[in-house]
């Protein structure tokens, strides 16, 4: 009852905030104004009606934590990732993915094989991202600005000396690299929001940077022709360069989720993980906090180098219009919604976040609408991400340890 | 016996307020020295200055690990002071809630490992080898506290008193020649109190290094510490054998006295 008296109030206060856009309409040509009372009728209607949803849903949100705290819930929480840890499982279903991926430019068009070098390609910037976010606890802004330091170290090598794309790949993720070793040294003793808006702020430099330093960069027109990868000096069509393309970010998508995985579960990794956890309790424990901080920043900004490098080479023409927070908000939610620290979460992510909205674009007018409101839903029910990060389990044999879980 | 710490005349000032005003103390190796004192009176700001979490405002801290040279070790980074050998665990845990239990050891090996960015991704054969020896003697350490059943648990599901015990673990795990503990058993039931005490003991004996404690309960400090420092709005007010210390006037009027055990 109190439910429906609140819902009720709600759609009532939005039926008058949204009075001036939705019903009334000025017809400035005859001078008339025109009341569109359906419109009305559908507001209220349609808040009264998500209102009450939101209401049920916190409220048997509470509930479950409530009743059911500890294993009933993880288990079901987290199907995705249990399945994931088996091998019987996980084998064949990866076996499965990848077969699918290899195969996947035959099976569609070319435009298809371009949504999915760009998916690919944010899966690598997501992972690039999760070190830093996921990982080592850094809320960091301005990732957008690595990718565009890599695009545009390959645009700058190609366009004036003629530096071919397998050279540039590496020294992109140098750059990028060395860019946010760089970045880091600053932000050293900054933390949480503070640092969120000292890299925020470093991203758009770069940005404005590339757009007003016109003889070198092109400014705002960018660079274009731009060579597209060599295979062994062959000429390749449009559409098979493409191929290639897709080929080569499949396959540093793999490197790169490999490398993290390995980072991760490393003496390194462990040691940016107990930086997010408690900064001084990892001093404590002899953690040097500068060179675990630079390594994140390192380690997670080279990733977006490389992806930057084979953007440039798919596009064949960037501007620092590519490179805005906007991209950086999307990287941060491609993490952020799949799940701090997971890898598989950068890849539902991503999916989520640059797939779906290519396949629906029916809804692009809407698509902020939705994607804000995926984001505020995601907070509110399931904080942790899609897939819930968990420690990683060792696995140790000790006979003692058998014969004390048995009596 | 030779001194493992030594410091001389340290103090800390927060602005005005003198929380550590000329303080003298010494641990012997193989020692069990207490560092007792009302709330308030400057206990953990004492361990960290020595370790290097603050910078002392004055005065000397000298540390000489196992085997090695004394050390003048204020102002020295924290880690710095950790990989020479001295380890320690917080009054107000900090575990590193979402890390694992076994996990939590393996960290605090840390200054211990070698393995890099590059050993990281290209895991040759010694690597392997390092990290399973750290897998293998964090466990082990896990076992020794009897918190082994538990290792793949994340840290923040323990229950209280076993935190505690995983923070003395993860200390250990760096394989210091001094420890020091801030109340650990703060929060615990007697039951727990009492193997707590056993195990201090035992890590003393087995592990061969001296231990510098802070602690409110009384009936510990008593039986374990060979020695006993009191401390009063940063000053050392007392010092001595447990006797001696309980029958000073002084403290009796600063502490004992208003705590009224003993
Ligand atoms: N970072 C700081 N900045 C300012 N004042 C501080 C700081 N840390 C400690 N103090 C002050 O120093 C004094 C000593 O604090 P400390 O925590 O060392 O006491 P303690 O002996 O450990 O007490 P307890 O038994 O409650 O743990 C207190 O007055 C405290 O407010
Ligand atoms: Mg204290």
């Known amino acids: 009852m109190q439910g429906l008296k609140q819902s009720i109030i709600t759609s009532l206060w939005f039926m008058f905030l949204t009075f001036p856009i939705m019903v009334a309409r000025v017809n400035t040509i005859e001078n008339t104004v025109e009341w569109r009372w359906m419109n009305l009728a559908y507001v209220g209607v349609g808040v009264f009606f998500l209102s009450y949803v939101w209401r049920w849903a916190l409220a048997r949100k509470e509930a479950k934590q409530y009743e059911a705290p500890s294993t009933e819930t993880a288990k079901k929480q987290s199907w995705l990732s249990r399945a994931m840890e088996e091998p019987a499982v996980a084998r064949p279903a990866l076996a499965a993915l990848f077969a699918l991926s290899v195969a996947m430019p035959m099976l569609v068009t070319t435009y298809q094989t371009n949504i999915f070098i760009s998916f690919l390609l944010y899966v690598v910037l997501g992972l690039g991202l999760n070190i830093i976010v996921g990982v080592a606890g850094l809320l ?9 330091i890599g695009a545009y170290s390959y645009a700058l090598l190609n366009h004036y000396f003629g530096i071919g794309f397998w050279i540039a790949l590496p020294l992109g993720g140098l750059f990028a690299c060395l860019g946010g070793i760089m970045l880091a040294f600053p932000v050293l003793r900054l933390r949480g929001d503070y640092l969120a808006i000292v890299t925020l702020g470093f991203g758009e430099i770069i940005r404005l940077v590339l757009e007003n330093w016109g003889s070198l960069t092109g400014g705002p027109s960018g660079i274009s022709n731009i060579d597209r990868p060599g295979l062994f000096g062959m000429e390749l069509s449009v559409a098979d360069a493409n191929i290639y393309i897709y080929y080569i970010v499949l396959a540093l998508a793999i490197i790169t989720m490999i490398a993290v995985q390995r980072l991760k579960n490393s003496r390194i990794g462990r040691a940016l993980q107990a930086l997010r956890e408690d900064e001084i309790a990892c001093q404590a424990m002899g953690i040097d906090r500068v060179n675990v901080k630079l390594m994140a920043f390192g380690l997670g900004t080279a990733w977006a180098g490389f992806a930057g490098v084979i953007f440039a080479a798919k596009t064949t023409f960037i501007n620092p219009a590519s490179f805005t927070f906007m991209e950086s908000a999307i990287i ?4 952020v919604l799949g799940g701090m620290g997971s890898n598989l979460g950068v890849i539902l992510g991503s999916a989520f976040l640059v797939l779906m909205p290519e396949y629906l674009r029916a809804f ?3 698509r902020m609408i939705i994607f804000a409101a995926a984001m505020v839903l995601m907070m509110v029910f399931r904080p942790q991400g899609l897939i819930a990060p968990k420690g990683r389990k060792y696995h140790v044999d000790d006979p003692d340890l058998i014969k004390e879980g048995e009596a | 016996m030779s001194t493992v710490l030594n410091v001389n005349s340290l103090s800390k000032s927060f602005g005005g307020l003198r929380a550590l005003n000329d303080v003298d103390l010494q641990v012997d190796s193989g020692e069990i020295v207490a560092l007792i004192g ?3 009176a400057g206990k953990t700001t004492f361990f960290n200055c020595i370790t290097g979490i603050y910078e002392p405002t004055d005065g000397d801290v000298f540390f000489t690990p196992h085997d090695e040279e004394e050390r003048r070790v204020n102002g020295m980074k924290p880690n710095k002071v950790t990989e020479l050998g001295m380890a320690r665990t917080f009054q107000n845990i900090r575990l590193f809630k979402n890390m694992t239990v076994l996990e939590n050891v393996m960290v605090a090996r840390h ?14 054969p010694h690597v392997k080898r390092e990290e399973k020896e750290n897998i293998e003697k964090s466990y082990e350490l896990l076992k020794y506290v009897g918190l082994n059943q538990h290792y793949n648990d994340l840290a923040c599901n323990l229950p209280y008193g076993d935190q505690r015990k995983l923070e003395i673990a993860r200390a250990m795990a760096t394989e210091p020649s001094l420890l020091l503990l801030d109340e650990p058993a703060a929060g615990m039931n007697p039951q727990e109190t009492a193997s ?8 003393r004996d087995k592990f061969n290094l001296a231990i510098l404690l802070i602690e409110h309960d009384m009936s510990m400090v008593m039986s374990l510490s060979e020695r006993i420092y009191v401390m009063e709005y940063g000053c050392l007010i007392s010092q001595g054998t447990p006797e001696e210390v309980s029958k000073d006037p002084q403290v009796i009027k600063a502490y004992l006295g208003e705590e009224s055990h003993a």
């Not at chain 1, 941060?332 to 993490?335: F, M, Y």
């Open chain 1, 140 to 148: 960091f802004l301005g990732h957008a600005a690595f990718y565009a």
């Open chain 1, 332 to 335: 941060l939610s491609i993490v």
């Open chain 1, 364 to 366: 692009s007018e809407y």
């Open chain 2, 38 to 40: 009302p709330n308030g």
């Open chain 2, 111 to 124: 200054c211990r490992t070698k393995a890099g960015i590059l050993d990281a991704l290209l895991r040759p």
């Open chain 2, 196 to 203: 707590l005490k056993e195990l201090v003991l035992d890590i």
